[in-house]
């Protein structure tokens, strides 16, 4: 069976910096993956996925994550974080027509 | 209207009481889902549906019982709930068995 760790229970970051989260996934063969984020209150919304193809996926709100094989991760980056990006975070892993999710990382943006 | 609507948002209820949670899709898919998101713990998929035929029951207990009329609805009948059944429940659809779009919840309390 498929499973997704995500190490980082929560991180912190300033406004305008850099952020990086981290998801690591067990599966014997290539899996879908998943990036969702949640703010309070409200249901998962699909930030970006991998099926197949190039490694470095795109998504909205100036999301991407590369895949590694080697390394069985898919993380997640954005390049400067605005305060709206405050959320809980979660990597999935699809396979056998279900979808397996990591515990979430929530972020915490500081002004 | 578009995407995957639930309703109520917000539920209260005691523990002899009988509810039921709806959940509705205008994306067209063919697959529904009852996920469970309980504090700081990972989402708990709970039913699957795939045109209208239950796929997978992940050994939910029968006090929770779902129902899916056809592809576009899906409820979950409540009775005789525990407190430790408080939790976000959020209903997904999918065309495909992968990539998954979730409504905004329900936000059940058990007194």
């Known amino acids: 069976a498929q499973s997704v760790t995500q190490p980082d229970i929560h991180i912190t970051v300033s406004e305008g910096a850099s952020l990086e989260l981290r998801c690591n996934y067990s599966?014997?063969?290539?899996?879908?993956l998943f990036w969702y984020v949640q703010s309070p209150g409200q249901g998962l919304q699909l930030l970006l996925k991998y099926f197949s193809g190039d490694t470095l996926v795109q998504g909205i709100k100036g999301f991407e994550a590369e895949f590694k094989r080697s390394q069985s991760s898919f993380n997640l980056r954005k390049p400067s974080v605005h305060w709206s990006d405050a959320a809980e975070y979660f990597c999935?892993?699809?396979?056998?027509?279900?979808?397996?999710f990591g515990a979430g990382t929530t972020v915490t943006v500081r002004a | 209207e578009t995407g995957v609507t639930q309703t109520p948002r917000h539920l209260v209820m005691g523990m002899t009481n009988k509810k039921s949670l709806k959940c509705e899709q205008h994306?067209?898919?063919?697959?529904m889902y009852w996920y469970k998101q309980s504090a700081k713990k990972p989402l708990e998929l709970m039913f699957v549906?795939?045109?209208?035929?239950?796929?997978e029951n992940n050994s939910v207990p029968s006090r929770f019982s779902p129902e899916c009329p056809n592809s576009s609805h899906l409820f979950l009948h409540l009775h005789t709930l525990q407190p430790e059944d408080s939790a976000l429940y959020l209903c997904?659809?999918?065309?495909?068995?992968?990539?998954?779009?979730f409504g905004p919840g329900t936000r059940l309390t058990v007194l």
């Open positions: 997904a659809s999918s065309p495909d068995l992968n990539e998954q779009f």
């Open positions: 994306l067209g898919h063919n697959a």
């Open positions: 549906y795939n045109f209208k035929e239950q796929t």
């Open positions: 599966y014997g063969a290539t899996p879908y």
């Open positions: 999935a892993v699809g396979a056998d027509y279900k979808l397996s």
